[in-house]
């Protein structure tokens, strides 16, 4: 929103100074002192800023948390990150709607995400596998602490060998919340 604030005051600024424009045959014009526009930015101002539009099959609210979810992934810097427990929700809801099975879950929000957030949607199920449900329901209250954290971390969702490593729930949320208060 600030950029759109900017923008629009770098306009003001543009038409007070009599909209000089910056151009390859507008150098001797222009008398010395005078700041110019770069004919980018003037394209703006009369054009617009192009912005992506997604638009939706259907107004289901659980597509359009899957969806966001993923463009706002910490992989994806374009956005700022959803949190951990929004991501367990959206996958806990797709578990939900494939009556229980996390295979099934995973394969529907690859087909609703595409094939190349299939790792994304694997670690968001192995997280979901893997954090006991007390320490998901406790995630919110985490949300400022850099996801890697948690994604991976063997202490708190070890699996396979590593699963002998996992902290009881309680010793778990413990561990987040002293690293909570030590940042």
């Known amino acids: ?72 992934d910490e992989e994806c810097n374009r956005f700022r990150a959803t949190s951990l427990s929004q991501k367990l929700r959206v996958f806990s809801d797709a578990v939900t709607r494939a009556n229980g099975s996390v295979e099934k879950a995973t394969a529907n929000l ?25 320490l998901q329901e406790q995630l919110a209250r985490f949300d400022t602490l850099p996801q890697s954290y948690i994604w991976d971390n063997a202490y708190i969702m070890g699996s396979g060998v590593n699963g002998r490593l996992r902290l009881p729930e309680d010793m778990a949320l413990q561990s987040l919340e002293l690293v909570k208060q030590a940042s």
């Open 1 to 72: 929103m600030s950029f759109i604030c900017a923008l629009k005051t770098m306009k003001q600024e543009w038409v007070e100074a009599g909209s000089p424009t910056a151009g390859p045959s507008s150098a001797a014009d222009i008398a010395e002192g005078t700041v110019l526009f770069d004919e980018r930015l003037v394209e703006i101002f009369h054009k617009g800023l192009p912005c992506d539009v997604i638009t939706f099959v259907d107004e289901d609210p659980a597509t359009r948390a899957a969806w966001f979810s993923s463009v706002h």
């Open 110 to 134: 690859v087909d609703l995400l595409g094939s190349g957030a299939k790792p994304r949607v694997q670690k968001w199920g192995r997280a979901f596998r893997h954090i006991p449900l007390g």
